[in-house]
């Protein structure tokens, strides 16, 4: 899933200031399972904003919504008429989301609410962690299904640093070093030989370094 | 091969070589540097020169090493791959080898995390061992890593780093294997102070036959109090102070823990020199340049 956090709420009473009617659209997906932008999150941040305003004497018309995805045209059409009411839509979606509105609504201020972080995992309630960067073409086969480009903190794909130690990455004591799992993995499986192979020089290209991405279906265009 | 540098020149014939190190000042005073080279001039066959270590911003490695150049010490240039992508890497090498500079030191570098900077974004488009093929491909073939022919390729004594105090331990003879395949010509390690450690790296290494493909150089760094090894022990990534070293350091009264200091690593040096499989030693003597000539001359290396 995509993770994020919430903005601090000073952060957000900023955004929304200027306006007198703001729609707060949560995303039932992926920020919903982190706890940050679902039904229950837009409801908490409604009652917060509402009493921040009072609190400072203004005056300010809030409406919650959640659709089930924001990045998706077919759920976003449900968000219409709410949206038509407002001078402004504070998005809890992730980023994907945010533009997904913009996008389709072209004339309407569309503000983030969430700071969108990584493509990860629920680890243990309430722990998220990073497992994938997206870079277009996956080699977890060879490193026993850990991602070293995501989840070691220099990429590297031949074997650790000189900071691993104890299993730890050398950033920092409650990150785990990628290397050492990869090793630990390999270990389990019996291909501990995998680690002999030479990797060559990333092609970058697939990743973000060739420019914003682009994924065609021909046949599911119509 | 005929000798690419005069550190590989004596590291071939088979003598103990000894290599120093030279950090670049935090601005564009050359005189640092300069001074630095008097105080070890005579006393090393060559200084590394590192790349903003720690991640801290310093002069660039490669104008460092120039002034090195210019005051008549070899330089081993470190690179380190945080900052460059493989375009500057490649433009870097060959504009470094056209400024004299004939020993490299390919490292990942640490993390910015650490540094002055930490909220720079890191690089890392090849990792260290790409990076050593890469020097190594420049050098043998001509070529760049496009395959473009290059009119005067650089050719470079390629060293690399080893860490035989890093986890796992099992895997740090095969990354070892790794660099010398890629094209390493020599070795720096971490700084020793666990010696039984880096004796069971070594043989094994001696037991692989690597070390007959690559020249050894024993890190070492001269201990200045009891408070500088509990702080490596703890702060410095991939390092390894044993209790019984940080214990000696503290028996002695503060005002002698350096010459304790220098007196543990005079050891370090002999157990290095009767070594089998070790070919000189590197002393990291950061910002205590001075010690280097009582070092060397009390090890009976000069
Ligand atoms: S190799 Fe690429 S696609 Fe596969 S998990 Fe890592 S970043 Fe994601
Ligand atoms: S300690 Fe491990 S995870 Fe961290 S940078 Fe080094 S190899 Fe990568």
Redesign the interface.
Known sequence: MITGSQKPINEIIKLVEPYKKVLILGCGTCVKTCFAGGEDEVAVLASALRLSFKQMAKSIDIEELTIERQCENEFIQEASPGIARNEAILSLACGAGVQAMAKRFAKEVVLPGVNTTFIGIQESPGIFTEECSGCGNCSLAIFGGVCPVTRC???????????????VC???PDTP?A??LI?ERLTTLGQLDN??T?????N?NTSLSGGPRKLIREDHII | MKPLSRLHEKLSQGKFAITGECGPPRGSNKDVIDNKITLLNGFVDAVNVTDNQTAIVRMSSIAAAAHVVAAGLEPVMQMVVRDRNRIAIQSDIMGAYSLGIKNILCLSGDHQKFGSQPDAMNVFDIDSVNLIRTVRDMRNTGKDMSGFDLDVAPQMFIGAAANPFADPFDYRVIRLAKKIDAGADFIQTQCIYNMDRFKEWIRRANDEGLTEKVYILGGVTPLRSAGMARYMNKKVAGMDVPDEIIKRMDGVDKQYQADEGIKICLETIETLKELTGVHGVHIMAIEWEAVVEQLVTQAGLK
């Open positions: 903190a220099k990429k590297l794909l031949n074997g650790p640093c000189g900071g691993s130690q104890n299993g050398e950033i920092d070093c290397w050492h090793i680690l002999k030479y990797i060559p020089p990333k970058w």
